[in-house]
């Protein structure tokens, strides 16, 4: 049953005049479940994150990106969603995010809720309906049921494959106990697709958008924001491996043209409310051009950028994706947005650790010592590029993936699938260490819901605290530089320095100067001004500078 509250929390007091806040801003992404457990049954929850706010803005964040806290059976940890107006009991009430929501206010922190548009849960009281209704039901629509192909209705009715492995179609029972029509999955089969064609999903949606902007969040991430229309006719795409194509080619379920009236008529509902509120769409797309659809004027502010998530630690292949991202972004007046990691990739701490080429998702540790170095560079680096960044949970510790979790313990639906996802993103879901000892690590009194590495208690937020060589201390110090420099932030280009040694990306920004060495040998040169701030230990003797490999200076010119 939907829950409900009396009054709405308040907007930011900081929110009252126009500030463009969502360019330049610094976004937190919390895994609910992993972040904080505030009642000990060993899984995360709003009380505990609730409890870590003071954390995050010591930190220097501006903005809290919440995944799914939503009521779901769980299939897909939360992304399955069976009320969009209610909160899951795992992870508390409505009482809890509404003080969650005062509070980050209260201490100049923003708050943006994951929303799920593409697919409901199979709990979802439409679907259940729908089924137990079965043939004719006016709910069916709202979904996409299909009668099969063959003889009989056997065969689904297109070769459309999950992302989660196997047809993207599951056969329904009819009422009677007969063999039924199938419904499209895009994930898991616990996950059926809504219809946008139909008006009543769109009305149904537009109220859960209102629901909580009234509540008083500060805007929605839009999961697979890419997936909401599908192409008429639900056309066959003529072959197997599907997942090969994902982000190389317009396939017919995802990025589809229509996905954008949609999008203009939610910003409509965002401008209606005050203190700049935002949307910020997850849209794999074979090109950042493509990208830049989704932030038109008229359309959402931000689109997360793959392609920069994508890239190995090559000095050549970043400088293309950044002066490719930013040139997209500019047409559209819009941010662009860097990322290295989050709930569904592999930690970018144990991707630099690895040679190139293996892609997001990453079985083998790697060398440690290497990637948590390339990744603090990497950090950096992309704090200086203009426009927005997000960092997500426990990056700052420096963590890297936990690539040996037990079969037995893993829960993400795609590892039991074949043919799927890699099926690992658990190795990144680890509840995150908060002190050096105890069976969570601070995480929660009743241990955690995946087993942290003994490892963690030395990358734990207590035990980094105040060392100067902590990567911790490294984004607390980055952070409080980047808000107070006024060539940092907001923007839209860089200026390459000429003659950077190879391996070398070299830009400039006003009254600043960033030298990041993507090489595995030192260079020697020139130090532009004065130092900021390094990602490992570097000299400057006589005006020049022994720039280690795998590493990132900062400068005030």
């Known amino acids: ?133 079965g043939p004719g039901s006016a709910l ?127 910003r409509q509902i965002l401008d209606e409310y005050p203190g700049e509120r935002i949307g910020v769409a997850e849209a794999w797309t074979p090109t950042v051009e493509r990208t830049a659809n989704y932030v038109r004027p008229d359309e959402l502010h931000q689109a997360f950028n793959f392609q920069y998530l994508g890239t190995h630690w090559d000095a050549d292949a970043l400088r293309e994706v950044i002066d490719t991202s930013l040139a997209a972004m500019r047409p559209v007046d819009a941010p662009a947005t860097w990322v290295l990691s989050n709930h569904d990739v592999t930690r970018h701490a144990t991707r630099f650790a690895n040679p190139p080429g293996l892609g997001t998702q990453i079985r083998t540790a790697g060398d440690r010592e290497l990637g948590l170095r390339r990744a603090r560079a990497a950090t950096l680096l992309m704090l200086a590029l203009p426009g927005s960044a997000y960092v997500y949970q426990g990056e700052e510790l420096g963590l890297p993936d936990v690539t040996d979790l037990p079969d037995e313990v893993r829960q993400d639906p795609s590892f039991f699938r074949a043919a799927g996802q890699d099926g690992f993103r658990d190795g990144c879901r680890v509840p995150i260490p908060w002190t050096s000892t105890g069976s969570s690590y601070g995480f929660g009194e009743g241990g955690s819901w995946l087993p942290q590495p003994a490892s963690w208690a030395e990358l734990s937020v207590e035990a980094q605290t105040g060392d100067p060589a902590s990567t911790l201390e490294l984004y607390r110090s980055a952070l409080a530089v980047r808000r107070d420099h006024p060539g940092l932030g907001a923007g839209t280009d860089v200026t390459w320095l000429p003659d950077a040694p190879a391996g070398v990306l070299a830009f400039a920004r006003e009254g600043f100067v960033c030298t990041a060495n993507a090489s595995d040998t030192p260079v020697r040169l020139a130090a532009p001004g004065r130092l900021l701030l390094a990602s490992g230990d570097v000299v400057v003797v006589d005006g020049e500078l022994e720039l280690p490999a795998d590493t990132t200076v900062w400068w005030a010119v």
């Open 1 to 133: 049953m939907t829950q409900h509250l009396a009054a709405p929390a308040p907007a930011p007091a900081t929110a009252a005049a126009p500030t463009d806040w969502w360019r330049d801003a610094v976004i937190y992404q919390v895994y609910p479940r992993s972040f904080a457990d505030g009642n000990g049954d060993g899984m995360g929850d709003l009380a505990g994150i609730r409890s870590r706010l003071p954390y995050l803005r010591d930190l220097g964040v501006d903005a809290v990106w919440l995944s799914p806290f939503y009521a779901s059976p769980q299939a897909d940890a939360g992304y399955d969603v069976s009320d969009y107006r209610a909160i899951d009991p795992v992870f508390g009430t409505l009482l809890d995010a509404d003080g969650l929501i005062r509070d980050a206010h209260a201490l100049g922190l923003r708050v943006i809720t994951d929303l799920v548009p593409n697919h409901s849960s199979d709990q979802h009281e439409w679907f259940k309906r729908a089924l137990a209704e």
């Open 140 to 266: 069916r629509e709202r979904y996409h049921f299909r009668p099969g192909k063959g003889a009989n209705g056997e065969l689904p009715p297109n070769d459309w494959e999950s992302v989660f492995g196997g047809p993207a179609w599951t056969r329904t029972t009819d009422p009677d106990g007969t063999p039924g029509d199938w419904y499209l999955h895009l994930f898991a089969p616990e996950q059926p697709d809504f219809n946008w064609e139909h008006p009543a999903v769109a009305d149904e949606f537009r109220s859960i958008l209102r629901f909580w902007l009234d509540m008083g969040v500060d805007g929605f991430r839009i999961d697979v924001a890419h997936g909401l229309v599908k192409a008429a006719g639900l056309p066959d795409i003529g072959s197997h491996d599907q997942l090969k194509l994902l982000g190389n080619d317009v396939m017919p379920f995802f990025d589809q043209d229509g996905v954008h009236a949609i999008y203009r008529s939610w």
